[in-house]
């Protein structure tokens, strides 16, 4: 792991002296970009992030041939069961009573 986190010793830790972070070789910085995808841990050099990265690669995978019912994906999007504002202003048939306000529940204090 310390291997992989400092380039095979290539970055170089910040001297207890001051100065800041040494700069890395062009090379060095090339090599973070030039990855092919993978899965794994990408350790970045510390002038872009002291944190690391975790990849995760997906291949493609054949999707089924039937669609998902309604109700599976109705209940991965609740946001879709929300009523927007323009239902509120919605035309109503002539004669038809406005609906009652629904009224909040009290509690006893």
């Known amino acids: 792991a310390l291997r992989a986190a400092t380039l095979n010793n ?5 001297p207890f002296s001051g100065g800041g972070l040494p700069e890395g070789k062009a090379a060095d910085y090339a ?4 990855r092919p995808p993978h899965t794994g841990i990408i350790y970045t050099p510390p ?3 002291d944190h690391v990265a975790v990849s995760c690669r997906l291949d493609a995978v054949p999707l089924a041939a039937a ?3 309604k109700k599976a994906t109705g209940d991965a999007q609740p946001h879709a069961k929300v009523a927007r504002i323009t239902q ?3 035309a109503r048939p002539k004669g038809a009573p406005a609906p009652a306000p629904r009224r ?3 509690t006893a204090e």
């Not at 090599?31 to 030039?34: A, E, M, N, T, V």
């Open 10 to 14: 290539h970055w170089k830790p910040s």
């Open 31 to 34: 090599y973070h970009s030039s």
């Open 47 to 49: 002038s872009w992030s």
């Open 67 to 69: 669609a998902p019912a």
């Open 88 to 90: 509120f202003f919605a």
């Open 104 to 106: 909040r529940a009290t």
